[in-house]
């Protein structure tokens, strides 16, 4: 608690066998970090003869894989060796591929067709009787073309309009052009417009599944019922498209592409990472870092047993090969592991650094309730933590927070925004509003303050004890004599003797030979501490925001209380009293968390963090793997 400690170093010995395994299973306990050996005398695992085969399936995702299923979860990887998995799974893609081909041109082609056909139906029902049916009922013209754009930009082509009958249509979607002409003169039309933003609708394949026979059957239905017919070859496209949909399905369903592409999946997770483990003769040998104990790892490694493999493992959790530095863990209490994310904001607080999640944990919680004190507002945000931090484990701030909310709601007086439900046990934001202000930077000062007795014990922890005496220690008894000085002239004098003290205690520290030595570290000693002392009244006084916060809650709670009076009856007061407290909770439950958070980072933390510590990069591992393989390796 209050300082960060170091991951223990892990050895385990498997079988080659069971290296995917083994290494799976750890990934899942969300708290391994692997790392090499650097001075093992055994040669590291090699994969990257699979590389090629992960390549090739590579090609064929980025071309296909939208149209694939998901990995398949839970299926074991195949019992014989990892190159011939590979292969065969690669197989199938391909061959799944070279007959699937012909499926994904029609569906692309429907769903193409379709939104053509919908900015048709919208053009059509714009231009009316200028819609020129009959070149969609017929063969296309020789001589004549047509050419559709939705201008989204507005701009019209400025050049070869002389030669082709043009019009616009203004519909919900936009302005559509439409164009008629000879074939010359629609080209240069579509050259030009397709230098702008115009979104060409592609008629012309429309026309070619007319004169094709494709629509043949609905064309002649054109003249008599123009949107009925439309909205037939839409019909239509989307049978087309359900087809081909289906064809693919089946095709997916007959290689097994799910069972395929989670083994790829996972074998390409594998090669990725198993360069951190070295072979012996007859074991793998993976090593790095972790939270957990040796027992923990034990317990993993005996759940991924089998039958034939009883007793095959060796783990040993113990302290690091020469050379390597471990990284860093905040070990934490379970209530205070939420507020861990305001920490990590920063960094990872290195090993003579404090890790004020504790603090923070009654901090945050403290700032935020002060200025949403409320305790209606405050219960909504409490039970809305309970119930979202099994998904979102970070949501559990808002359970201290709500509570703090409700403590100082009763303070002020104030539930759902209304303050004639129970009376104050303090006072009321509005009407005494210097106290409330009083209390925040008092609250300001005192965080400070513990911000530098934290900066102390890291300085002592860092082996800096006596220099933090010697400099640090004159500037907190600086800042003791200002606040003083609110209160007593006594408090000048304390500045007097903080300012020699820090000065003094910078100049020896300097370790200057000679006068004009010391006379250039008194100068620059002199800048720091009118620089850190002027620092440290504005922190303190950026603390008066939680007061003004507070007032302003109180405010705008109040105009919600005066809105639902003037709404009047039942009816009209209880819906601005339900509208108005849920925009509080989201504006004034964003603005608060923001200015907390603020605080924390800016005014706090600053005084003594600076998270330049090595985290655990955690194995992860791909969704989908299942909790327990059954994979061998080579």
């Known amino acids: ?39 093992s005398p055994y040669e590291a695992v090699d994969l990257s003869d699979l590389r090629a085969g992960l390549d090739a399936y590579g090609e064929l995702a980025r071309r296909y894989r939208v149209f694939w299923p998901a990995p398949e979860r839970g299926s074991p990887l195949p019992s014989y060796a990892l190159s011939e998995v590979l292969a065969d799974s690669v197989k199938r893609f391909q061959k799944w591929a070279a007959e699937a081909v012909p499926h994904i041109g029609a569906l692309e082609c429907a769903v193409r067709q379709q939104a053509n056909l919908r900015h048709l139906s919208e053009l059509a029902a714009a231009a009316g009787a200028e819609f020129p049916r009959r070149l969609l009922s017929g063969k296309r013209s020789k001589l004549f073309d047509i050419a559709v754009y939705l201008l989204e930009d ?34 240069a039309v579509t050259v030009e417009l397709g230098a702008s933003k115009a979104r060409k609708i592609d008629v012309r394949e429309i026309l070619d599944a007319i004169a094709s026979n494709e629509m043949k059957d609905l064309s002649h239905n054109l003249d008599k019922d123009l949107f009925g017919t439309i909205s037939a070859y839409i019909a239509a496209q989307h049978v087309r498209e359900r087809h081909a949909q289906k064809a693919l399905a089946k095709l997916s369903a007959d290689y097994r592409l799910a069972q395929a592409r989670a083994n790829i999946e996972r074998l390409r997770w594998l090669v990725d990472h198993v360069g951190t483990t070295v072979y012996t003769a007859y074991f793998v040998r993976i090593t790095g870092w972790t939270a957990l104990s040796q027992q923990a790892l034990e317990r993993t490694l005996n759940d991924l047993r089998t039958d034939d493999v009883r007793t095959s493992y060796a783990v040993t959790v113990g302290p690091p090969p020469d050379g390597l530095t471990p990284p860093l863990l905040l070990d934490n209490p379970a209530w205070v592991r939420p507020f861990e994310t305001f920490v990590r904001l920063l960094g990872m607080p290195d090993r003579g650094e404090a890790d004020p999640s504790p603090l923070v944990a009654v901090i945050a919680p403290l700032l935020f309730g002060f200025m949403f004190g409320d305790v209606g507002q405050g219960l909504v945000l409490l039970l809305a933590g309970l119930a979202l931090r099994r998904r979102w ?91 003083m000085s609110f ?72 105009a919600v209380m005066v809105l639902a009076d003037i709404a009047g009856g039942t009816v009209g007061f209880w819906s601005v009293m339900i509208v108005g407290n849920v925009f509080i909770i989201a504006l004034e439950g964003l603005v608060a968390g923001i200015q907390t958070t603020r605080l924390m980072l800016f005014e706090f933390f600053i005084r003594f963090l600076r998270a330049e510590g090595r985290p655990m990069r955690i194995l992860q591992t791909p969704a989908a793997w299942s909790l327990k393989l059954e994979g061998k390796t080579t």
């Not at 559509?176 to 002409?181: H, N, S, T, V």
């Not at 104030?414 to 609250?443: C, Q």
């Not at 003094?504 to 300097?510: D, E, K, N, Y």
């Open 154 to 187: 507005g701009n019209l082509p400025q050049r070869h309009l002389a030669d082709v009958y043009a019009r616009t249509f203004e519909t919900p979607m936009g302005v559509y052009f439409l164009a008629i002409g000879p074939h010359p003169a629609i080209a």
């Open 393 to 483: 484990p970070t949501a559990a701030i808002l359970v201290p927070g709500g509570l703090f909310a409700m403590i100082f709601g009763f303070a002020f007086g104030t539930i759902f925004a209304r303050e004639d439900v129970i009376g104050a046990m303090w006072l009321h934001p509005l009407v005494h509003p210097i106290p409330v202000l009083s209390v925040a930077i008092g609250a300001g000062v005192a965080i400070l303050l513990t911000g530098m007795m934290l900066n102390s014990a890291g300085a002592h922890w860092q082996g800096r004890g006596r220099n933090w005496w010697a400099t640090q220690a004159g500037l907190v008894v600086a800042y003791g004599g200002v606040l």
């Open 1 to 39: 608690m209050f300082h960060p400690r170091s991951a223990n170093w892990f050895d385990i010995m498997v079988p080659q066998s069971a290296l995917a395994s083994t290494l799976e299973g750890l990934a899942h306990m969300n708290a391994i970090e692997l790392e090499m050996d650097a001075d």
């Open 487 to 558: 209160a007593t002239v006594w408090g000048q004098v304390v500045i007097g003797v903080g300012a020699v003290w820090f000065l003094l205690g910078t100049v020896l520290s300097g370790g200057a030979s000679n006068v004009s030595g010391a006379g250039v570290r008194f100068g620059k000693a002199v800048g720091e501490l009118i620089e850190q002392l002027f620092q440290l009244l504005i922190n303190t006084l950026s603390f008066v925001r939680v007061g003004a916060f507070a007032i302003a809650h109180a405010g705008l709670s109040s």
